[in-house]
């Protein structure tokens, strides 16, 4: 159901900007919001409080965002609060944005590495990326796990390509079990 109302509103939001010509314009706004829920837990805390009305939790969120984002985010804002999905919010933002990037050709690459990756090495597996993919640009995000060993995994999606030392070693250690003495 969670996915559900993300993707309704979040198609909704995306389907407005691009009609309004301002999908950057709201990106930006979206981040940027999503990062005052993120870092204001007391913000989600007194949306979900039960005793406080609709109207009460409208006009503070109004109070809040009006003339710092757009009116149509604002009054996104408003729709969600009036609807009772606040506490999807986090979801619908985050359908808004891979839509965004969907739409942009931005992939998203997940690099994990045995070791911390030098700014040359981060910009060839970028380079690689980018000629080997449809994307046009990559959000890029490294993580070390010495546990690899060495090599790299790297998933793009759903897509993985494992080309780590600890995979290999678990290949090879199951292919000489396989084999048959005698």
């Given amino acids: ?34 990062m005052v829920f993120n870092e204001n837990t007391e913000l989600i805390k007194f949306l979900n409080h039960p005793k406080i009305t609709k109207e009460e939790k409208v006009a503070f969120v109004e109070n809040i965002f009006k003339g710092r984002v757009s009116d149509d985010v604002t009054g996104f804002l408003v729709i969600i609060i009036k609807k009772g999905r606040y506490d999807e919010i986090s979801g619908i933002f985050d359908y808004f944005l891979a839509k965004v990037r969907e739409h942009k050709n931005i992939g998203v690459a997940y690099v994990t590495s045995a070791v ?67």
Avoid: C, P, W
Avoid at 9 to 17: N, Q, T
Avoid at 151 to 168: A, E, M, N
């Fill in 116 to 182: 911390e990756i030098s700014e040359q090495e981060k910009e060839q597996i970028k380079d690689k990326l980018l000629a080997t993919t449809k994307y046009v640009q990559f959000e890029m995000n490294y993580k070390v796990d010495a546990s690899i060993l060495g090599g790299l995994i790297i998933r793009i999606g759903d897509r993985v390509v494992d080309s780590s030392l600890k995979s290999k070693l678990n290949t090879l250690s199951k292919n000489l079990f396989k084999i048959q003495l005698g």
């Fill in 1 to 34: 159901m969670a996915k559900l109302v993300s993707k309704t509103y979040g198609e909704a939001l995306f389907d407005l900007a691009l009609e309004n010509q301002s999908l950057d314009i709201i990106e930006e706004e979206i981040k940027a919001v999503k």
